[in-house]
């Protein structure tokens, strides 16, 4: 009876440190790649309008004006770029080992026999990425509610709109990727987590 329940408890700590893991290097490439293309694509229509607006000579005005421009487009840009980095994330997850345990794609599980993806290309993941981005907005809109109801119970705040923003939802786009990938394997049947 113990050792089952030690080797149960192996188990349990093997798979939150695969979980931890994979979010870990999951999160580390969403953040650097839609704020790396982000900063990019401000930068440039920051540039566009700076060179369309005559070029005014460079002074302390024109800086403070150009940096509340890139600020003010990053923003902005930084939405599209972020929904592409969750589509190109989630290409990383797979074949790759991480605490012991891999997480796998397989072939159309309707076929009598699922064959594992070795070299996966974004048309391949078009299915499991539809129904991971779904989960992942049911638990972004959860932690939303939760938030709400906890703004509401417990802080002066009124509303939604006085505390959120894009750097808001994006921790909880966060949090809810690390939830989201313990309920992918059961909830997507071409998604399999084996061990490596």
Known sequence: MNITILCSSLLVKAVNKFY???WFFWAIRVTVSSVVLGSLLATIITLFIYLTQGSVEINEKV???LIKLFIFWFAIVWNLTLLLALFRSIKGLFNRCNGGYT???LSCPKESQSKVIENIGYGDLVK????WFM???WLVGAEMVIALAFTLLFTSY???FEWFSIYVLYGFVLLGGYFSFMILASRCKQVRISKC
């Open 63 to 65: 800086i403070g004006a």
């Open 20 to 22: 931890l893991s994979l």
């Open 135 to 137: 989960l992942l907005i």
């Open 103 to 105: 997480l796998q794609l």
């Open 128 to 131: 499991v990425w539809r129904k």
């Open 158 to 160: 009124n509303g939604l």
